[in-house]
């Protein structure tokens, strides 16, 4: 059946021209132009034509379908500035715009790093992409060393296959990197984001952010390493602040030890944060193991030093009372704008 597109043509002008406002005009583009409009339904009559008719109707249809947009362009710059009977009242507060603000992790990341900068370490970053000598066989986590598991990481394919790269497990490859281009005596801190293949849940993500210490001298001690770390305590968790240092075992480290704070939730007293015992462990520390420092060209017969580390997370959970870590990566603004 033949179709008159020269009647559909005046049919959608008339309806332009009589268009009062903006809200008409629009309401025409969407009767004639819009995806079930008048001149979508003419494209699909296309199929049911004659071959030889196809191509000329479909250059037609294109044809009214262009002239009809710039008619309805047109016909609209006479409603530009046209407000459709409402009153703009200029005596109105303007809305004012969303600023952004430092995530409340970073926060807590420059704070730790403010601390130890007053204590005399300097900050220290070291990159994303680690390779698997620095990120394990420097540290003394050997391919066969059972800890290796807790630390796995993951690899990225690079075309020198005997060249592996991987994503940091932890910021203590840092530790090599800092002895070899800050030569001791020195003492550093490292901030930075490691990743670990581990399920996603309440306190754990497959990425999350740590802080590294590491200071090497002629004559350091244990005692060095309590006095800084109380000192931190003392400033991050306020004054009166208690540690506990239990023996453990880290690789890159001996001896090692975890260290609990005295919980500041409620005044050691015990409760359901630090479990009714009084205590909340916080970070992991030790002196630097001698095959650290031979990793690294210092020698471990000359020198000597201590290391700590801690996850940005677990201090910024405790301090602000959070208890999944989830709700740090979920961008809920209900959240992020308390900080």
């Not at 008339?14 to 494209?43: F, P, S, T, W």
């Not at 016909?75 to 995530?103: I, M, N, S, Y």
């Not at 807590?108 to 394990?136: D, M, S």
Request: one cysteine or more; glycine letters at 10%.
């Amino acid at each position: 059946m033949p179709v008159d597109l020269r009647s559909f043509e005046q049919e959608a002008r008339a309806a332009i021209e009589a268009a009062a406002d903006g809200r008409a005009l629009n309401d025409v583009r969407v009767r004639y132009l819009g995806r079930k409009g008048v001149l979508q339904e003419l494209m699909g009559r296309i199929p049911a034509l004659p071959l030889e008719e196809r191509r000329g109707f479909g250059a037609a249809v294109n044809g009214l379908k262009k002239a009809l947009e710039e008619a309805i362009e047109t016909k609209g710059r006479a409603f530009e500035g046209q407000t459709d009977g409402r009153v703009l009242d200029v005596t109105l507060p303007g809305l004012r715009p969303l600023t952004g603000r430092r995530h409340p992790l970073m926060q807590v990341e420059q704070e730790i790093c403010a601390i130890f900068g007053r204590l005399g370490l300097k900050v220290f970053r070291g990159p994303e992409v680690e390779t698997e000598f620095n990120n394990f066989e420097a540290l003394n986590i050997p391919l066969e060393h059972p800890s290796r598991d807790a630390f796995d990481t993951f690899y990225i394919k690079t075309p020198d296959k005997g060249r592996k790269l991987l994503l940091r497990s932890h910021t203590s490859p840092s530790q090599i990197r800092a002895l070899k281009q800050c030569p001791p005596p020195m003492a550093v801190v490292v901030p930075g984001r490691v990743y670990r293949p581990d399920a996603v849940d309440a306190s754990h993500s497959f990425m999350f952010h740590q802080v590294e210490g590491l200071a090497v001298d002629t004559d350091i001690r244990f005692s060095d390493l309590k006095g800084v770390l109380i000192a931190f305590a003392a400033e991050m968790f306020g004054a009166g602040t208690k540690l506990r240092f239990r023996p453990s075992f880290f690789p890159f480290t001996e001896p090692s030890a975890e260290v609990d704070v005295s919980c500041f939730i409620c005044g050691a007293k015990g409760c359901s944060v630090c479990k009714q015992s009084g205590w909340l462990e916080i970070l992991g520390c030790g002196m630097v193991h001698p095959h650290v420092l031979r990793s690294a060209g210092v020698d471990p017969r000359r020198w000597r030093g201590y290391a700590f580390g801690m996850g940005v997370e677990r201090i910024a959970m405790l301090k602000y009372g959070i208890h999944d870590i989830r709700l740090f990566f979920e961008n809920d603004l209900r959240l992020l704008e308390q900080f």
